[in-house]
């Protein structure tokens, strides 16, 4: 037994630190998280405005063609497509308007003449000024 006890023991081998990486797995877990939700919420949003510039694209294009041979139907048409833009600024409210006050001899008279160019020029200013 003296001779087992000289022996020395080689196969235990000393304590190894273990470095925890468990926080940084979390931190970074959490960040891809905030960055895939913010992809989504992002994707979302442009989905949702280039549907509203669709809608103001038609609109705008049933302002363009709306058919100046009949004045009353037409001022009508004019005034309520138009309304949809007169909100978008200062100058497309104030510009609705004045294109507005031009119209309304043309839709209360029970028989009118063809649209004069002043009021036409106004229209066409109109359609100049709306962002689509």
């Known amino acids: 037994m003296s001779q087992m006890a000289d022996i020395p023991v080689n196969d235990i081998a000393p304590l190894v630190e273990i470095h925890?990486?468990?926080?940084?797995?979390f931190a970074g877990s959490?960040?891809?998280?905030?960055?895939?939700?913010?992809?989504?919420?992002?994707?979302?949003?442009?989905?949702?405005r280039n549907r509203r510039l669709s809608e103001r694209h038609k609109?705008?294009?049933a302002l363009e063609s709306i058919s100046l041979s009949d004045p009353k139907s037409a001022a009508y048409a004019i005034s309520?497509?138009?309304?949809?833009?007169?909100?978008d600024n200062e100058r497309t409210h104030q510009a609705y308007h004045n294109l507005f006050e031009r119209l309304a001899p043309y839709k209360y008279a029970p028989v009118v003449d063809a649209i004069d160019e002043e009021t036409?020029?106004?229209?066409?200013?109109?359609?100049e000024i709306i962002d689509v």
């Open 59 to 61: 609109a705008y294009k």
């Open 120 to 127: 036409l020029g106004y229209y066409r200013l109109y359609l």
């Open 20 to 25: 925890d990486y468990t926080i940084y797995l």
């Open 80 to 87: 309520r497509i138009g309304y949809f833009f007169s909100n």
């Open 30 to 48: 959490i960040t891809i998280g905030i960055v895939v939700s913010l992809s989504l919420v992002f994707f979302i949003l442009k989905k949702l």
